[in-house]
């Protein structure tokens, strides 16, 4: 089993960045897709970006496709999201995640390990 821990949120200002990254230690991060969700008061938990254990392919979500970057370096078992133009609309709690086995799936019971979470708060 693997284990997650995000780290890097806080509270910005409407247009500014933050790079979110996500610690793996344990067995099995390497080999599988992974994926960031987020979570706002009173919402559904809702898939951000997803990247292909390889790292060659990654997905978006239409409301952060163009300011939002996913990647990950396996050698040192980390996954990150880079968060540029941070709208207000971009506050929540932000999770990584590891698939258990298909491809940008949506849905949070397709993960199978999940981080504590780190929060993230814009304001205009």
């Known amino acids: 089993q693997v284990q997650l821990e995000e780290s890097g949120g806080g509270a910005v200002q409407a247009g500014e960045s933050l790079r979110l990254s996500c610690a793996a230690s344990?067995?099995?991060?390497?080999?599988?897709?992974m994926g960031w969700f987020r979570q706002a008061p009173g919402k559904e938990r809702e898939l951000v970006a997803s990247i292909r254990w390889s790292g060659g392919y990654t997905t978006y979500a239409g409301s952060v496709k163009g300011r939002f970057t996913i990647s990950r370096d396996n050698a040192k078992s980390r996954l990150y999201l880079e968060m540029n133009s941070l709208k207000p609309e971009d506050t929540a709690v932000y999770y990584c995640a590891r698939s258990r086995g298909g491809w940008a799936e949506s849905a949070p019971s397709l993960y199978d390990s999940w981080g504590q979470g780190t929060q993230v708060t814009v304001s205009s």
């Open positions: 344990g067995r099995g991060f390497s080999n599988y897709d």
